[in-house]
């Protein structure tokens, strides 16, 4: 009696890291040293969120599929030698490495505490960030670390990102220095703040996209798998949106904040103000990059978001429209109908009936 014949074993699916790690595989291929290097300085009382969000974001960057290895990128706590840090937890960070005058590294980033502490640190630490950023070191300021550069001279000239809950500190602290908030990050020049929280992987996101490539930035965001907010993280968003991007560093930033303020819609003079530029020259890069005036990209942006919640969600058209930065419904539908040729009801009519064609469109 012949035996049965053997199934042939299940080829597991292609694993999600494969293609992510694509783009690290034939840059690996190149030998160089690590792509992006951040040193790391904890203030006493910091939040363990924040380090753990950018180291571990730095750790999926680094090597390929799930080893760990400071390969690409490197990071490592600074301080002063055989001491730890208390975060506001109550539990100890070892330092790493103690400080010197060799600034190794691409950034440095200074992760906050709370602000009653601010100042209860040895003074080499205050001294050390302005050496870094005397040496031209790009300085980061990680939830209240924004606070640390400013009450030592290093946001002076520049805008800070903070948080809406620090927004009266601040304005108590610092009234003379210029802020944003409701936004995750703001890249100004040689300072980079962030708002805190679940906000520094997409800073940690956009640091390995432009130092390691946008594979490895897709990966971070797949391996840490952090659930959007209502309103959309930015991510998210860049999702909904496609990813426009503009080559040029300074439109670059410019699609960033539009991207990051969809609602309510930042002026174009502001805008311009925070890139370090005037609104006329704003409006001639924009034309000669996209054919459109800075207003007209950003109302594009907006109605293309509220044509991805349109078809991904339930949310009544009159809330889409806040959400997209518009007055009121009837402006949304109006507008929306200009760009797409047909009303948000007649788009969610193709798709409950099944009409990809016409939704597509």
Known sequence: MKN????????????????????????????????????????????????????????????????????????RVLGLEGESVPASSG???????AFSSKFDFDYLAVIGGLLPQIDRVPARYPRYLKAAA?????????????????????????????????????????????????????????????????SVIELAAEMTRRHCGPGTSAKVVHQMTVASRKAGGHMTRRQALGYISAEKDRLRQ???????????????AVIARLVGSSTRQLERAFFAETGLSPSEFYRTLRLKYGRWLLTTSDTPV????????????????????????????RLRQALAKGNKAIAEA
């Open 254 to 268: 410019v699609v960033v904040l539009m991207e990051k303020n969809l609602s309510p819609p930042l002026e174009i």
């Open 91 to 97: 539990i100890e960070v070892p330092v790493q490495e």
């Open 4 to 75: 049965p014949p053997r199934s042939k074993p299940a080829v597991p699916p292609p694993s999600p890291l494969g293609w992510l790690d694509a783009e690290a595989e034939a840059r690996a291929a190149q030998p160089r040293g690590a792509e992006l290097r951040i040193g790391i300085v904890l203030w006493p009382s910091f939040p363990l969120l924040s380090l753990a969000g950018l180291s571990d974001a730095l750790r999926h960057a680094a090597d390929l599929g799930d080893r760990s290895r400071q390969v690409r990128c490197t990071w």
């Open 318 to 345: 009159s809330e889409i429209a806040l959400e997209c930065g518009f007055s009121d419904a009837s402006h949304f539908i109006r507008h929306f109908q200009a760009r797409f040729g047909m009303p948000p009801g």
């Open 134 to 198: 005397e040496a031209g070191i790009p300085l980061i300021g990680i939830c209240t670390g924004s606070f640390v550069l400013a009450r030592h001279g290093l946001m002076d000239d520049h805008v800070a990102c903070v948080h809406p809950f620090h927004v009266d500190d601040w304005k108590a602290m610092f009234p003379g220095l210029a802020f944003v908030t409701h936004t995750d990050y703001l890249v100004d020049r040689d300072r980079i703040t962030c708002a805190g929280g679940i």
